[in-house]
């Protein structure tokens, strides 16, 4: 199985930026789709954004479309989420997830692989 290790999270204000960093190691990464959930305290773990695993075709939430953007970079074993116009809404900890195949799916148990999880705090 892959390691996943997510950098990027931290405390910032309304209406500001961050850009979230995913790294695999262990596995073809290449090879599967990826997607980023968050889950704030008391709330269900929900999907953010996913990619394909070419990148070819992505998913955003709506509550995020137009601010959020996920990207992959498979020479790097990395994928991104650009974050702007954050809102206090926004604040939980976001995980990155790798799928079983090469197409995303919707459900968290999809997912057999997932990093640890960064804060992302945003301040009203």
């Known amino acids: 199985q892959a390691q996943l290790v997510e950098s990027g999270g931290g405390l910032v204000q309304a209406g500001g930026s961050l850009r979230l960093s995913c790294s695999a190691a262990?596995?073809?990464?290449?090879?599967?789709?990826m997607a980023w959930f968050r889950q704030a305290p008391g709330k269900e773990r929900e999907l953010v954004a996913a990619?394909?695993?070419?990148?070819?075709?992505?998913f955003h939430a709506n509550s995020v479309k137009g601010r959020f953007t996920i990207s992959r970079d498979n020479a790097k074993n990395t994928i991104h989420l650009q974050m702007n116009s954050l809102k206090p809404e926004d604040t939980a900890v976001y995980y990155c997830?790798?799928?079983?195949?090469?197409?995303?799916?919707?459900?968290?148990?999809?997912?057999?692989?997932w990093g640890q999880g960064t804060q992302v705090t945003v301040s009203s």
């Open positions: 990619i394909s695993w070419s990148g070819d075709s992505t």
């Open positions: 997830a790798a799928d079983s195949s090469h197409s995303y799916h919707y459900a968290p148990s999809a997912y057999n692989n």
């Open positions: 262990g596995r073809a990464f290449r090879n599967y789709a």
